[in-house]
Structures are given as C-alpha cells and as structure tokens.
C-alpha cells in the first residue's frame, strides 16, 4: 500500500510537470507566432554604436553623427541617446511589415528636455519612435521640407495627454505624435500601442499600409533652457 501510494504521487508529480511546461511552451509558441517584426538593441558586443546600427539597417540622421551635440551610445541592454545641448538625432531604416496590429516598445527616460509638451506646442521629446506607412508621399507643406509617406510618431512624456494625435509645424496632413505613455526617471515601461487602428483613426483610412521604415529619435531643438535630454529603448516588436 505505502509503495502504491508512493508511485502514485510520483505520477501525479510528472503529470504536473509535464503540463505546467506544456503550457510554457504553448505560450512561448504563442508570443513568438505574434511577432511579425522585431528589434533587439540588446545585443550590442563591442565597437562604434553607429557601426553596430549601420547592421541593423539604421542609418544617422540630423545631428545623430555629430558627438558635440548628439551622443548615440550603449549601457546595459539599452541604446542610449542624448543631447548635449539643443540638437535633434534620428536614425532610420527601411522595412517591409506587412502583417501588425501592434507595435510594443520597451523604453524609458533619463531626463526629459526642459519645459517639452506638445499640449503646450514645445515640440521636443527624450525619444520618439517613428513608424512609416506606405510609399505615397504625403506634402510636408513646405517646398524647402522634403515630402514623406504617412508616419506616426510615438514618445514618451511625464505631462501630455495620452493617446492624443499632435501635429507638427510640418507634415500636418500625413504625420501624427503621440504619447503613448508616462515614463518615471531612469525606468524602464514597456508600451503596447494599436499602431494599425491609429493610423486608421489619424488618417480617416479604411486599412493600415504596410509600414515601410522606422525610426528611432531624440529633440530637444525646440526645448527651453540647455536643450539636454536622455533617454534608453532595447527593444521594439511589431505583433499580429
């Protein structure tokens, strides 16, 4: 009886393990079926950062090669960017995703420029993610300003309303910003946006295109005082 009871329990033991790490799987397998499209800023090994993003397709934009005014670095599991002083850096790179519903960010803010709000037309974030819908060139609205497809800017903020669709001085028929969450100092968050019915909604469209570049940003040009902000993203995932 005591050795019945014994092999009894043992089974009961494997039947738990087996199905507890069934079910691991099946939501591992789930997640990983979810994901059309991801960027890892995680693995960064050694040598110059913009060497390592240049493998990654992202090439530097505005003042994102100059080190005096805009410091693209590595700490951690993060990409770092920074401003030394009123500057704007951009790096982008051009994709094909044509299956997404969401797009999931996990970032975070050293420090936010002085006095940025978009609600208070201080057009200046720590970070911003870009998304770009399509190849229709929409009008920037001015012909000194090349015109651009559809795009969606995503940032991170401490006082703007979220989830409200800005426009710029430029690009008011074809680009939209938007927080799209509160960042404490030095946290990460992790952001899960409807990418695809935003576009929808911004842009008065039946379906999202494809979205055909990315991009990953800092400003501080418009911001008060020494224009200095910081800010970190290790990661963005495009999901079904």
């Not at 020494?226 to 290790?234: E, Y």
Request: net charge positive.
């Amino acid at each position: 009886m005591i050795r019945s009871a014994t092999i009894t329990r043992k089974r009961t033991l494997v039947i738990c393990t087996v199905v507890v790490m069934s079910a691991a799987f099946l939501v591992a397998t789930a997640r990983a079926a979810a994901i059309t499209y991801d960027v890892i800023f995680m693995d960064y090994a050694s040598g110059p950062t913009l060497q390592w993003l240049d493998k990654k397709g992202f090439e530097p934009e505005r003042d994102a090669t100059n080190s005096k005014k805009v410091v693209v670095s590595h700490t951690g599991n993060a990409l770092v960017l920074e401003t030394r002083k009123q500057a704007a850096g951009l790096l982008l790179s051009q994709v094909q995703i044509h299956t997404y519903s969401t797009i999931r960010i996990k970032w975070g803010v050293n420090a936010f420029p002085p006095g940025a709000s978009y609600a208070k037309g201080v057009r200046s974030e720590a970070i911003m993610v870009y998304v770009f819908f399509g190849t229709e060139k929409i009008s920037s609205g001015h012909f000194l300003v090349p015109d651009s497809p559809y795009f969606i800017g995503l940032y991170l903020c401490d006082s703007d309303p979220v989830g409200q669709g800005f426009t710029g001085r430029y690009f008011k028929a074809g680009g939209r910003y938007v927080c799209v969450d509160r960042a404490p100092i030095g946290k990460e968050v992790v952001t899960d946006f409807p990418i695809a019915d935003a576009f929808k909604q911004f842009f008065g469209q039946n379906h999202a295109p494809p979205i055909s570049g990315l991009g990953v940003g800092i400003d501080t040009e418009n911001a008060q005082g020494n224009g200095v902000g910081k800010s970190f993203i290790s990661e963005i995932e495009l999901l079904q």
